[in-house]
């Protein structure tokens, strides 16, 4: 793959990995649910949700700072960053669309996060 076709999958993977984010951050109630016991107080709801909004924060805090240092050029241009780029958003888009779907517990995003960063 060459730097010119190597740009626009970084630029893709990184937008996906931006849009599973937020759909993770808008559908977030069933992993939630699937990280606490079936009698449940509250407030352990409200525990495991700040922790996920919390993680999905930081994960869009992430993706703009890259975004940024994409789109002005700075890391454009460096073979290896776009590589390691695509394949940690490409590995998190995958990892998160099976969070989404599958319902995981919130401490796999942990895992996720912590590998895919």
Request: hydrophobic share 55%.
């Amino acid at each position: 793959m060459t730097v010119h076709n190597i740009i626009p999958a970084r630029f893709l993977c990184l937008i996906s990995h931006l849009v599973v984010t937020i759909t993770i951050l808008w559908a977030r109630d069933e992993n939630v649910y699937s990280s606490i016991p079936t009698d449940y107080t509250q407030d352990e709801f409200d525990e495991k949700d700040v922790s996920l909004i919390v993680g999905l924060s930081f994960t869009l805090f992430f993706i703009a700072v890259e975004l940024i240092g994409f789109l002005s050029g700075v890391s454009m241009f460096s073979n290896f960053a776009n590589l390691v780029s695509v394949m940690a958003h490409a590995s998190a888009t995958i990892a998160l669309s099976y969070f989404l779907f599958e319902s995981w517990p919130i401490y796999r995003f942990w895992w996720i996060f912590s590998f895919c960063r």
